[in-house]
């Protein structure tokens, strides 16, 4: 089963600075997405990249998609307080069956 | 349109206990799955439904554990016989008949064995 590795597990950063987060998997995909977590709430889906894409934007989020080298980064730019949240990746499984699978995170804190 | 449901939002057990965590999921979606975390922690996998039909238990404990999701109300994750190590928080994703290609959480139920 497919598993997504978030790096770096905690990341401090400046209001207004941007945030790159990594992730990287090991098998084939059918697509990978982003969520968040806010402290004490379930997970929200942030934007999905497809196996046949290479990059993907939606607000202030750009994704990208590298799947030669099995990996996805997430970047926010001009971050704000409430971007403060755990973000997580899932592969997409090739086949309906098989289960989504989330990585540890990466704890983003915006200092003000 | 309700999203996905989990209740109760916090529960107290006590060891030895049993525990009956409910989720009902998006309007026309037929797939749940059910998570755990601990604190600082990602997301463990548990088990994938469908309705009357378990798709994936391979993150469940072998002992204690068990999920439905029937015909006609909500998915059920039963816990028998808690004890400490029973106490995390407990999430429930579900995703409609087209495609797992986007998971829908509720906000999840903390569970505390005394």
Redesign the interface.
Known sequence: SQQGEEDPQALSIQEGENATMNCSYKTSINNLQWYRQNSGRGLVHLILIRSNEREKHSGRLRVTLDTSKKSSSLLITASRAADTASYFCATGPMNRDDKIIFGKGTRLHILP | NAG?MQNPRHLVRRRGQEARLRCSPMKGHSHV?W?RQLP????K?MV?LQKENI??E??MPKERFSAEFPKEGPSILRIQQVVRGDSA?Y?C?SSPPT??????????TQLSVL
């Open positions: 996905v799955y998570y600082e922690e990602g997301l996998f994938y798709i994936d391979s993150g928080a999430f994703a495609g797992n290609e986007k998971l829908f959480f509720g906000s999840g």
